[in-house]
């Protein structure tokens, strides 16, 4: 191990990047895309690391076992509000949202890109912790959120397309949504801030999160076969 004290401090994307351009953070890690600006004009050592699914969750309580894309795209915007539309009880959806990191790409602008088309009516939550919280307190609910996080007494991650979110699927591409993983420092930072990194990406990669998979196991997507018409 590499013996190096360290602290983990909560919070999101934006205050990740602004710990590690103060200086007030050494490592900051993203859970969505990097910007630009903090690559050009800030000047982050940007250090991927793999992705997880994006899973949709429910409440445990809840049948339903799978949703296509478009069906999750309808509930989260509020076109499909009750849950008979996609072939269970008549029960009213409660959409959870949290609609985080709103200037980023990536995550949950993968389904929805833009806050303003999430459904009106919605509860939005602050942290991933709130949305299992709230999904569990309402058995018509429906949230989204990294899948290192579900806890099955909660609420349960649904396949989608009849594909579910695991290692397996992320691998091999068939799970559609994904959260890329990965450590930002700053261009000046400290020998022991880059340890870490290395450590990260190399010895310790046995002590992450079963869910997360490493970018050099995901399979390359197949080439697309090109050929003249007859």
């Avoid at 959806?93 to 709103?102: G, Y």
């Avoid at 699927?169 to 068939?174: E, Q």
């Avoid at 002590?207 to 997507?221: R, Y």
Wanted: net charge positive; aromatic share 6%.
């Amino acid at each position: 191990m590499t013996k190096i004290k360290v602290t983990a401090i909560p919070g999101g994307c934006g205050a990740a990047s602004a710990g590690v351009k103060s200086g007030k953070v050494d490592v900051g890690g993203l859970c969505c895309a990097i910007k630009e600006e903090e690559l050009s004009k800030f000047g982050f050592k940007h250090y991927p690391i793999g992705i997880e699914g994006l899973a949709i969750v429910v409440n445990p309580s809840n049948p339903i076992r799978s949703l296509t894309q478009q069906q999750v795209r309808d509930i989260l915007t509020g076109k499909i509000t009750n849950w008979k539309e996609v072939g269970e009880k008549d029960r009213p959806i409660k959409v959870v949202a949290r609609p985080h990191c709103t200037d980023r790409e990536g995550n949950w602008k993968q389904i929805v890109p833009d806050k303003k088309l999430l459904a009106k009516g919605r509860i939005d939550v602050k942290e991933d912790q709130d949305v299992l919280l709230a999904v569990k307190d309402n058995e018509n609910s429906i949230g989204f959120i990294g899948l290192n996080m579900v806890n099955p007494r909660f609420a349960r991650a649904i396949a989608i397309d009849g594909i579910v979110p695991g290692r397996q699927s992320l691998i091999d591409g068939t799970y559609p949504w994904k959260i890329q993983n990965s450590l930002i420092l700053a261009s000046n930072s400290s020998a022991a801030a880059k340890k870490f990194v290395d450590f990260v990406l190399g010895d310790g990669r046995t002590l992450l999160h079963k869910d997360l998979v490493f970018l050099d196991e995901v399979k390359p997507a197949p080439a697309k076969k090109t050929g003249k018409g007859k």
